[in-house]
Antibody, heavy 116, light 112 residues
Framework: QVQLQESGPGLVKPSETLSLTCTVS????????WGWSRQSPGKGLEWIGH???????SYNPSLESRVTISIDTSKNQFSLKLTSLTAADTAVYFC??????????WGQGILVTVSS | DVVMTQSPLSLPVTLGQPASISCRSS???????????LTWFQQRPGQSPRRLIY???KRDSGVPDRFSGSGAGPDFTLKISRVEAEDVGIYYC?????????FGQGTKVEIK
């Protein structure tokens, strides 16, 4: 059973960059895509984007100018960078595995608060 | 973006009774291969979303058979045949046919 675990800071200042890492265990990264979503009270669940095992990316147009997702299969990790943070980016961020046209496994989530 | 509209947003149910959640998509969810892709998630309090149903009606491994999905677009339904206490949580539908992937607002299931 694949497991995903997010790591990163819980508090980030406005205008700074958020960097999160997801560590995958119990399974291979090949043949899957790996993505990020977030959940805030005001906007519900939002799919941020994902990256294939070969590095191809898809980003939500609403965040595309600020998002970068990268992958390091040798470390069984993938990462999210979100720049120019505002209070509206405060949310629980989840990493997830995507396969076909669905997503089947999610990490436990990490609360990120944007505040000075 | 494809808008996924769920109803009701709040669903009080009696233990042992059935429950039904609707999800309507603003655009077709039929892929070029003819398959319809609609996913249902359960999010228990304090937990991350757990996939229950994919491709409209396929149940994930370990999901009790009291959960079933149906529909043919634009209307889809998640049914719980007999609600148990562990079913309390928020249920979401999701589409991954059109980019960006989008979720419904969520339906909160609680016990009366």
């Amino acid at each position: 059973q694949v497991q995903l675990q997010e790591s990163g800071p819980g508090l980030v200042k406005p205008s700074e960059t958020l960097s999160l890492t997801c560590t995958v265990s119990g399974g291979y990264m090949s043949s899957y895509s790996w993505g990020w979503s977030r959940q805030s009270p005001g906007k519900g669940l939002e799919w941020i984007g994902h990256i294939s095992d070969t590095g191809g990316t898809s980003y939500n147009p609403s965040l595309e100018s600020r998002v970068t997702i990268s992958i390091d299969t040798s470390k069984n990790q993938f990462s999210l960078k979100l720049t120019s943070l505002t209070a509206a980016d405060t949310a629980v961020y989840f990493c997830a595995r995507a396969y076909g046209r669905s997503t089947d496994s999610w990490g436990q989530g990490i609360l990120v608060t944007v505040s000075s | 973006d494809v808008v996924m509209t769920q109803s009701p947003l709040s669903l009080p149910v009696t233990l042992g009774q059935p429950a039904s959640i609707s999800c309507r998509s603003s655009q077709s969810l039929v892929y070029i291969d003819g398959n319809t892709d609609l996913t249902w998630f359960q999010q228990r309090p304090g937990q991350s979303p757990r996939r229950l149903i994919y491709k409209v009606s396929k149940r994930d491994s370990g999901v009790p058979d009291r959960f079933s999905g149906s529909g043919a677009g634009p209307d889809f339904t998640l049914k719980i045949s007999r609600v148990e206490a562990e079913d309390v949580g928020i249920y979401y539908c999701m589409q991954a046919i059109q980019w960006p992937w989008t979720f419904g607002q969520g339906t909160k299931v609680e016990i009366k």
